[in-house]
């Protein structure tokens, strides 16, 4: 008797990929828990998300999910999400030659004296932009492509 099945799994091997999802939901409570937990329950990684409401007359919002998988994984993601009832429109943003990719990081930095000056040229090399100045601290705001 052979030990191969015609359904043995297949040993092709894909590449993790990491992605971007949109998914625009209609506008009302427990609608974020439900495609969080669509994630957790079968065990998907969310890397980032980012809601905001986007028409205030239809009650419409835009949930943005980084996440990471194999192209079948991400392809099971985006179709779990589609049967969604809130959802009405989900699209993949990464690849989409429309789209703009940028990360975005917030740093608090505290100095005093002669520090603050350093900091602030520091900031200046690096085209980090002060959002918020005190008297013992700086928040600066630092954009770049992936």
Request: glycine share 4%; charged share 25%; proline share 3%.
């Amino acid at each position: 008797m052979s030990s191969t099945s015609v359904y043995a799994p297949s040993t092709k091997v894909e590449e993790v990929e990491t992605r971007t999802i949109a998914c625009i939901v209609d506008n009302e409570p427990g609608v974020l828990a439900r495609v969080v937990g669509l994630f957790a329950s079968r065990g998907y990684n969310i890397e980032c998300l980012t809601v905001a409401e986007t028409d205030e007359k239809k009650h419409r919002s835009r949930i943005t999910i980084v996440t990471s998988g194999t192209p079948s994984i991400l392809e099971q993601i985006e179709l779990q999400l589609q049967r969604l009832v809130p959802v009405r429109r989900v699209a993949f943003v990464t690849g989409n030659p429309f789209a703009i990719e940028r990360e975005l990081a917030l740093f608090k930095v505290v100095a005093k004296g002669d520090k603050r000056l350093e900091a602030m040229r520091l900031a200046d090399i690096f085209r980090a932009r002060a959002i918020d100045v005190s008297a013992t601290s700086f928040i600066f705001e630092l954009t770049g492509a992936r």
